[in-house]
């Protein structure tokens, strides 16, 4: 009989202790595992005696960890400082809205800093590659870069797009030079693209014998040689053909 009671109080004791086992916070269950995990590895690895200041430090920081997690709240923010994307709001930028003179004007900016790439490129008849340039050559390859399909002969570019004053040409334009006859007629012997703007003084980048060079009306080269076979100015931006 007594043999039974002491099981019977052996099982209770059991059972209450399993209990109190299950209600333990899960988070402190793990942390004191693994606290006593890390211990039982310091301990097989180092013989520290109780009085080693080490052991008690590694003690002292593992009892504060346990007893932060006892204390510490659980924050919540309220409802209202959620931001959603339904909510957030953004500042809006006015831009101002392009015009088709805007993008003229920036097609032509685009174009003439192009053509100033291929500056030094020699000068090669016929040639219309990067290896070597005639003047149309040029300005056809140039053009061409931009959608603008012109003919690769100087008479023939000449015949295409609007003819503009002399000063009114301005950056894409081209600029023609040749011999005028007695009757009127003329024969076209070059081209350039003009890269000044309108109001300025007038300067093109052309294929010459000196190679992809820039001239202004200033020049020596203007002055003996084109300003006498000036032909006209013609628009082809923004005309394609």
Sequence with gaps: MQKLLLQFLLLLSVTILFSSCTTLNPMMSYVQASVKTTTHKVKSKHKYSRKDPQLKHFHTQTQFAIDFLKVTP??????????TQSTATFPTLNLPATTPADEQNFLRDEMVCYAKNYLGIPYRSGGKS????????????????FGYNVPSASVRQAEIGETIPFEKAKKGDLIFFGNKGKNGKYRVTHAALVVSEEGEDLAMIHSARRGIVIDDINSSSWKKYYAKRFLHVKRVLPYKF
């Design 74 to 83: 659980k924050v919540s923010l309220p409802s209202s400082a959620l931001i």
């Design 130 to 145: 990067a290896k070597g340039f005639d003047c149309s050559g040029f300005t056809s390859y140039v053009m061409a870069n």
